[in-house]
Every structure is written in C-alpha cells, then in structure tokens.
C-alpha cells in the first residue's frame, strides 16, 4: 500500500478548506444584493400622505391663486379620479374678470356646465384658462377628470372671479370637492351632490413632494367663448322640423291610402271594361253579323231592281256600318289597348280601309320604334275621332289623290299629322260647317291642339298633338291630397 507523502497532504487540505468559503461569500453577495434592489423599488402603491402646509408653501399658493393637491383616498397605476364642484355667481353681479388655474399629476380633462373647455398632461407646468364669457348669474358645475399614470395623483386649481363692483371670490381646490364614484351618469351636469359621494383628500401642497415648489411655465391659452348655437340646433326649429315630418307622414298616409284605393278601382274599372267588350262582341256583334248575312240571303228572294230587294240592301248596308262603329267602340273599351303602340297600328289599319273605297292613296310614315307607353282612354279616343273627321273631309273634299298619315312620339306628347295634295282651302273664310271647331274643341279639353295648315290649290295639313296621359288625373299631388273622391270631379270627363 503506497502511503501519500507529506508534502502531498500538506497542498490538499487548503483546498478542502477554500471550497466552502467561496460558496458563503457568493451566497452572501445574493442575499445583499435582494436587499440593495428590494429597498430601491419604491412603493406601486403608495399611502396618499396628508397635505403639511408651511408659511412659504401657503404664500405661494396664494401668488398662484390655487389650493392644495387633491385626490381621493388611494393611489393606483391607471387611475382615473372624477373631482366635482357647484358654485353659484349671484344675479345681482356682473362677472368683469374669471380665471382658472389648473394642473393634474398625470392627464386631465376639465369640464363647465358639461361642456369640455380643456385638457392637459404636463403637471410640472400651470395652465391659465379665461372663462369669463362662459360665467353668467346662477348655477355652474367644475368637474374635472384626471388619470394617474402610476405613483402619486392629484389635481392642484383656483378658480379667481371678479365682479363689476369690484367684489372678488375664490375657488380653489381642497377638500370641498367631492369624489364621484366609477359608473356615476350624468355626474357633468348635476348641481347638487350625491349623498354617496365622499369628500376628496388633500394629499399635498406645493412643495411637498413628490410635487414642485414652483411651476416651470404657465400657459394661456385664448379666451373661452359660449358655444355657437346655430337656428337649426335650436329647440323651436327642431320641434318645426318633428311637425313638418308628421304633417308629411300624414299627408303620404293619406295619399297611400287614396293611391290604394284607386288603383284597386282601377283593376275593377279595367275587368268590368274586358267584360262588357267580351259581351258586346259575343252577343251584339253576332247578332248584327247574322242580321247582314240573312238581310243578303233575303235579296235573293227578290228580282232585280225590286222595291223591297234595294230596301233590303240598305238595311243590310246600314248593319254593316253599324258593324263598324261597334269594331271602334270595342277597341275603345278594351283595356288591353291603352297603348300608344296598339293606337298606332289601329289607326293606320282604319285610315287604308276607310280610303280603300276612294280614289285617295294611302302613304304612311310612322316612327319605326313606338313604344308600348300607356294611352289614356279619353285621349286616345278624342285623337281617333278627330282623325277619323280628318280622313273623312279628305274622302270628301279634298280631290285629292294621295294622303300622307305621320305619326310620332316627341316627350310624353304624340303628334299625328294628315296632308293631302287636294285642293285646300281658305283658313280664313268661314264656312256652314262646324267640323274643324268641333275638332279643335275636342282636343283642346284633353290639353291638345290642332293645327290647320292650307291655302287654295296647294292641299291641306292637320296637325293634332295630343298628351299620353289626361292633364287632370296628372295634376299636382298637393291638389289631389284632400279630393273627397276622385270619381266626384265635375271637370273630369265621363269615360265612353
């Protein structure tokens, strides 16, 4: 067994021995260094101190015009604190000078009479705010909402007011403000307190720390002046507007309610007009068709040239013509033909039959587009008949050989132009008949007019422009509002 040697043992007991050592004096570094850093960490939240006035602190309040700092009874990081307080400016005074003087520790918002007039986030500095224009006699309420960003908050103010005699009042801040709890409504405008609300704290004055002796600037911003109050923010012009918007409401109630009606009596007057032509041709027109067809056998009967054989066949003529008319009366009547397209294509068709039987050709310029627009019966009825007048005196007195029918659409108004190359006449010198007058009179109550262009020997031009849609079932609405029934209306002429 190989013993260590002397020298041997005498270096490795130093070791031994210097290992523990190190371990204690490295511990003993920690634990020192825990402290050092516990005792450097202030204190998140802080105690609000008491205020401790001294004789130099209270003289400068005074030169500034302020009070203490003020706060409620405990400090937290993002706190915010609602500081509220009523004073009164007597009727019989006239304020000639207000100033408020106002800091908060961090952010605030300052409020009078609800209204916001400013808000500040450096509490090192004053801000001078002139609110003599917004100071009348009675009641106002100073509230101010301030933010502490961490450590200690407060609000430091003075509200200086001189009168016209020359009396002065101060406001400042102390511990008759009160603390208006989180969730508070309408705490801007009220001008009294809530029994609940607590009283606020004075936790320091200028000096004190961890606030300043002095402020390193005060700012003055403009004078405050009353909010503009424009006629249409005004309580007579809103309850002028609620008015006007009920009277409207009522008056389109109304007209809804009409417009319902009459167009449900319109559906009935359209299925009652479909039923009626339904039976004229069922009944009346095969009768008349039967009445031509047995009058024509009946001539057989008879010899040439017999008394009774040529009364048969004016009888048999007289039921033709008769045929006609009601083929018109039942275009009239059918409601599916109140169209400008089907009043086209009607009135084309009727002026080649009629001039078919005569020496007069027929040549037609239509617009090649007409529209499918609504027709109103009356008017499209007048039209007809005037034009039908029209082809008639060409049969009959023109002489002429050919005849032009145009007809077009211009806006909501139709115009049908007939032009012969007959023998015309004088416009000026009035005849036996009343055709034109009659012809004229006719469209002119339908808001037409007809224009009569001639000279002797160089043909003849009517030309009738008619509305789409009859001018008194068109009038204003205004007009139509407070009709007790619109069938009623005397002027409004009977539908054939």
Known sequence: MNLPSPVQCKTRAPQRCFVPRVHFCILLALIL??????????????????????????????ELGIGHWIWTTNFT?????????VFTIPAANVVRKANLVLTADNLYRLYLNGREIGQGGNWRSLTDYDVTWLLGPGPHVLAVEALNDGLEGGVILGLKIEYADGSKTKLISD??????????????NRTYPDPRWMHAEEVGVVGQAPWWLRPISTVSPPPLRPEMLYFWQTGWF?????????????????????????????????????????????????????????GEVAQTEFPE???????????????????HSLEEVLWAVNSKRDTLRDFTSYLCKYAQSFLSNTVIRCRLDVQSDMPASAFDLPVRRSLFLAVKEALNNAAKHSGASELFLRIYREGDRVIVVVEDNG???????????????????????????????????AGCRLEFNMPLAHPIRHEPWWKRIFQRDSASDKNFPPEP
């Open 305 to 323: 040239g017999s008394a009774a054989r040529e009364r048969l066949n004016q009888l048999s003529e007289k039921a033709r013509v008769v045929s």
């Open 175 to 188: 511990k008759s403000w009160y603390v208006v709890p989180d969730g508070t409504r309408r705490w801007l």
């Open 423 to 457: 023998q015309g006449f004088d416009a000026t010198v009035q005849t036996d008949g009343n055709g034109l007058g009659n012809m004229q009179q006719r469209l002119a109550e339908m808001g037409g007019a007809c224009g009569v262009f001639t000279e002797p020997g």
């Open 238 to 294: 809103l309850v002028t507007v609620l008015m006007v918007m009920a009277v409207a409401l009522a008056l389109s109630l109304r007209l809804a309610a009409k417009l319902t009606v009459q167009t449900r009596a319109q559906k009935l007057l359209e299925r009652e007009r479909a039923l009626i032509a339904r039976d004229i041709h069922d009944d009346l027109g095969a009768g008349l068709t039967q009445l031509v067809l047995q």
């Open 33 to 62: 260094a825990v402290t050092v850093n516990s005792l450097a960490q202030p204190n998140r939240n802080p105690v609000p101190a008491k205020a401790q006035p001294t004789a130099e602190s209270e003289k400068i309040s005074a």
């Open 77 to 85: 990081d993002k706190q915010v604190c609602r500081l509220w307080r």
